[in-house]
């Protein structure tokens, strides 16, 4: 089975909506996470938990996609310790149930697993490897997962610091927005140690609805840049669509429609295109994490002499819209930078 599911990743949903302590992969879990291989500072947290649950989970990082999915583990009845920068957003996931520590090697000592959901490459390195980090808190039998969005030259690097101290790693960024994240829909692109894979594959079913294993630390890390490069331009290029459309009379809304009957429809267009026609952008991807994004990829790019045009002329567009002010608005506020090019 474990065979199976590390070379066949994409196993159906309803396989694993099953109680865990039911889940193939359960008994595995127990036997490594709360055994011998635990150290003896984190051995009375490794007991098996509440419903059955098998280990302490922990989660770094509340923000908008982190928030839900430590719900999602909560409310499927784990043990989950969370820590968050800004403390206030711990609150309403303790009134849940959750445990609380101040720092992540706090955290990461307390639990067997940690999860790690933060804004960019320099925060998920500090968190991860900085004065308080996780890595001070992880040894030989723990797992770090890091859900970030980052490049592959920042998770090869934590990769490697979380390993010295002998524990395993796994690089799982994710693909779907705030709404996937609530449903627990998200899609997970996973590298590196492939047992812990196999540990935390129950916790990535209750978070998502698929994920693939592909090899390498910096794999995942990869695809998820090559998968938000592609959205980054195609918002662009919507956002054009949608001007135009205007500027020669035609009514924005009835572009959406026929933009959703054809063959580049997508489920972007259709979900964001009616609030972008009312310069409305409620926020469930930061336009600023999307330019990180394009810049990570571009540098990606550049690294190994690929050309990529279209998405280097789409960086700047996400790079004048921060310039007004848009970083904490919905990516699609891109539109707003190709309106004040029009006007300037
Ligand atoms: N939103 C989305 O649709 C998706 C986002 N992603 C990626 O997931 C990651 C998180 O995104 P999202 O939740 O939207 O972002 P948010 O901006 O909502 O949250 C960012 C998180 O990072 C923390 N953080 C930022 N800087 C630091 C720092 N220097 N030290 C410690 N913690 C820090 C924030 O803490 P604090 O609360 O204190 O600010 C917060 O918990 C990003 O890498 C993003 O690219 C991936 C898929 C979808
Ligand atoms: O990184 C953000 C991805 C957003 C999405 O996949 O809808």
Redesign the pocket.
Known sequence: MALYTTFCPQLPKQFFKLPLSSHPFYHHWTSRFSSSTVSSSAASSNEASRDGFPARIGFLGLGI?GLPMAQNLIKAGCDVTVWNRTKSKCDHLISMGAKYEPSPQEVASACTVTFAMLADPDSALDVACGKYGALHGMTEGKGYVDVS?VDDTTSKLISQRIKSTGASFLEA?????KK?AEDGQL?FLTAGDATLYEMVSPLLDIMGKSRFYLGEIGNGASM?LV??MI?GSMMASFSEGLLLSEKVGLDPNVLVEVVSQGAISA??FSMKGPSMVQSKYPP??PLK??QK?MRLALGLAESVSQPTPIAAAANELYKAAKSHGLSDQD?SAVLEALKTKLEN
């Open positions: 996609m969005t960024p994710v693909s779907g927005s996937p899609i998820k998968v938000n959205m489920p972007m469930a991807f994490h999307q994004d990516f």
